[in-house]
């Protein structure tokens, strides 16, 4: 199997791809503007941050699987690669601690303005009154919004700094914060109000942007920390400068909306750096991270190369549509299906899923398949005549 790595990748991982008998070809250097030429002949692509394009997708004839080294699939054209039947997988959670550790990081720098302060150091400018002047977090109020694996790993930290944490997710139940020890809130905006530290920790999609909106802004404390680790379309910037600029609201943003790529030497929003504590989208980036994330990338080809199927497929659809399974017990001959299949495409009848399990001793199976429409009886009695069928069912 060919595997294109457009990113850098852990000596290990690439001798553990190796040994699965992958053929690599490996460019850190390809950026989005060179993927469609370099794809070629690639059926595995792995990326970081590299963008893939429709054009990318439309190009790799052989294309079959794209790895996003890390959590993130928002630089991966999914519409195009789940019109052509490409799989896309990421590695959900390898990065949970080094994003959680970069969060409570912004969250220091901005309460205690480590970066201003170093700033004026090198500069020569010695003002220990201004910079002596902070609020602390021991006894403050931290606010989560998104308790997946980095928001619990945050709040975890959090309360190591002596901090409350109270949290917002879809997915979290009062039973759930009691268990995680956060207190329950039922709206992301309930939760802002409680914050001194507001850490965002949600995914990239069309429902989160500007999931941090001027009404969950304004619902926070004169003065309080924003943090953003996220994705830079979570938050409204506008909004957020807004409250910067008239509410003493402080900002500490590792992501930015339009942020430039990683080849890029340039930001575009000096306004918006001048009033931050920021990084470089960095949150991810720590060798431990990068070597959970490429053992994962491994584990992820070796189950698509043994089953045809990748770990973490973040396009599949969850639920077939088709209202009918026919169920086809046979004897484990060759043919059987091919004869079932030829029956259904006959009748005009789409199969959507399909899936054949065999039995102990190798002897039966039992194929269910999901249909788009119902066979008639006609279509039926010809499958029960099929040879080496047991029986089969409508359901």
């Not at 989160?208 to 996220?230: M, R």
Request: aromatic content about 4%; proline content about 2%.
């Amino acid at each position: 199997m060919k595997i294109l790595i457009a990113d850098k990748l852990s000596e290990s991982a690439v001798k553990e791809l190796e040994a699965l008998g992958a053929t690599l070809r490996i460019d850190a250097a390809l950026g989005a503007d060179d993927l469609p030429e370099a794809i070629q002949d690639a059926e595995i692509l792995v990326v970081r941050s590299t963008k893939v394009s429709g054009e990318t997708i439309e190009r790799g004839e052989n294309l079959s699987l794209i790895i996003r080294a890390g959590a993130g699939v928002n630089t991966i054209d999914l519409e195009t690669a789940s019109t052509r039947g490409i799989h896309v997988a990421n590695c959900p959670g390898k990065n949970a601690d080094a994003v959680a550790e970069l969060a409570m990081g912004l969250i220091i720098a901005a309460d205690r303005r480590i970066a201003d302060g170093t700033m004026d150091l090198r500069n020569g400018v010695w003002n220990k009154k201004l910079y002596g002047k902070a609020a602390g977090l021991k006894g403050r109020t931290l606010s989560v919004i998104g308790m997946g694996s980095i928001g619990r790993g945050t709040a975890d930290r959090a309360k190591a700094f002596g901090m409350h944490v109270a949290a917002w997710s879809r997915s979290l139940t009062p039973e759930k914060a009691e268990k995680w020890g956060v207190e329950y809130c039922a709206s992301p905006a309930e939760a802002a109000s409680k914050a001194d530290v507001l850490t965002v920790h949600l995914a990239a999609g069309k429902d989160t942007v500007h999931f941090i909106n001027k009404e969950i802004i304004s619902a926070l404390k004169d003065g309080a920390i924003l943090v953003n680790t996220s994705r830079g379309e979570v938050v409204d910037t506008a909004a957020l400068k807004d409250a910067v600029k008239n509410r003493g609201i402080k900002a500490a943003l590792d992501v930015y909306e339009n942020e430039p790529g990683a080849g890029d030497s340039s930001f575009p929003d000096s306004e918006l750096a001048a009033m931050i504590t920021g990084t470089h989208h960095i949150g991810a980036s720590t060798d431990q991270a990068a070597e959970a994330i490429a053992l994962e990338v491994v584990r992820i080809v070796d189950a698509y190369m043994q089953s045809g199927k990748p770990l973490h497929q973040v396009n599949h659809q969850d639920k077939s549509t088709a209202p009918y399974n026919l169920v086809v017990r046979h004897y484990n001959k060759v043919g059987v299906l091919a004869g079932v299949l030829d029956e259904l495409k006959a009748a005009s009848i789409n199969i959507e899923e399909m899936e054949n399990s065999i039995f102990s001793g190798g002897r039966a199976a039992v194929c269910t398949l999901k249909l788009d429409d119902q066979p008639s009886d006609e279509v039926l009695g010809k499958i029960r005549g099929i040879e080496n069928i047991i029986q089969i069912s409508l359901k």
